[in-house]
């Protein structure tokens, strides 16, 4: 054996151990990948659905305040549910060029007004219309999307509502709404790996037990300081609605809506708070929902899955119950 030929068989054996290891990494995420695919043909996991969310329904938007829009057309199962969007990138049926008379209202928010997890007969917002329309002629257009924070739907009404001459604007306002607008993942091919999905889903459970489970309290609370960015963008986001308001002429309200993990003892009482107190200071009448769920002593019989802390049906029910006086009483319209 030649001197030449001894020094290239360390290379050589780092060369096929590189190939083996890449190889067998490839052929896991394959097996694994068909495996989860057939698994989750009889499961279902948030982090999946919500992945499949926004490959199927959702698309970029122009405008960057707004981030993203609703597929125009399309439709999708999600969570078990048959989800259609309908021609304007609404989670509604088709919508009139004229009201011809009726009252009409738009709905802003986010997953929980666009009803994840249930269907749309079974949406706070679809309850809400049959409630009032029994009272007076009354159609009720759902603009909530998934992922929104207050900027951005009230970005998209100013876009794209104001051109269905709304008599009223109902704005329901969750925790989380002062984050900041999401930004588009430079790796958007990941969401269609399942197995991508679903085990950065089991790792971030885990991390969660490891975690204080004061960890999404903190998280929420820190987003509420006084002179917190996410807070700033939300006032100012209000004071757009309040003048689009009195510029075009309808009524704006809000609904705070609670946040589904502990509800007898409410964690996020000084959060609302502070957001009541912000609306009424720029004129906005304000609802707050959740002394209406407190008590509920077992929150998970509201969650769409064990997973999955969004309203199931029966907490749509409780939320359009308790807000119908409110959306239907004197000066709402």
């Known amino acids: 054996m030649t001197l030449e030929t001894r020094d290239t068989m360390p290379t050589a054996r780092v060369r096929d151990i590189l190939v083996l290891i890449a190889i067998s990494l490839v052929a896991f995420v394959v097996i694994g990948e068909v495996t989860l695919r057939i698994y989750l043909e009889y499961r279902t996991f ?45 989670r509604d049926d088709e919508i009139r060029s004229n009201s011809n008379g009726t009252h009409r209202i738009i709905f802003l928010g986010d997953s929980l007004t666009f009803g994840w997890g249930v269907e749309q007969n079974e949406t706070f917002a679809h309850l809400l219309e049959r409630r009032l329309d029994a009272q007076s002629p009354t159609e009720v257009i759902n603009f909530g999307t998934g992922n929104y924070n207050t900027e951005q739907e009230v970005e998209l009404l100013l876009e794209k509502g104001l051109d269905y001459q709304p008599d009223q604007v109902v704005l329901f306002y969750f925790i989380n709404d002062a984050e900041p607008v999401p930004q588009k993942s430079r790796f958007p091919w990941l969401g269609d790996l399942r197995i991508a999905t679903f085990y950065w889903s089991r790792i971030k459970a885990l991390a969660a037990r490891w975690s204080d489970s004061a960890g999404y309290r903190d998280y929420y609370s820190a987003l509420y300081r006084d002179g917190s960015e996410g807070l700033g963008r939300v006032r100012v986001a209000l004071e757009k609605l309040r003048d689009a308001s009195m510029d075009h002429g309808f009524e704006i309200q809000v609904v705070l809506l609670p946040e589904l993990h502990e509800l007898v003892d409410y964690p996020f009482r000084d959060e609302h708070a502070k957001i009541s107190r912000m609306l009424s200071e720029i004129d906005i009448p304000t609802l707050d929902l959740a002394p209406a769920f407190a008590d509920v002593t077992n929150p998970q019989e509201l969650w769409v899955a064990p997973d999955d802390a969004h309203p199931n049906a029966k907490a749509h029910t409780r939320i359009a119950d308790s807000s119908f006086n409110f959306i239907h009483g004197p000066g709402a319209r």
């Open 46 to 90: 948030y982090d999946v659905e919500m992945s499949r969310y926004a490959r199927l329904l959702k698309i970029d938007a122009e405008n960057p305040r707004v981030g993203h829009l609703h597929r125009p057309n399309s439709e999708a199962e999600l969570m078990d549910v048959e989800v259609r969007i309908n021609s304007d990138g609404f």
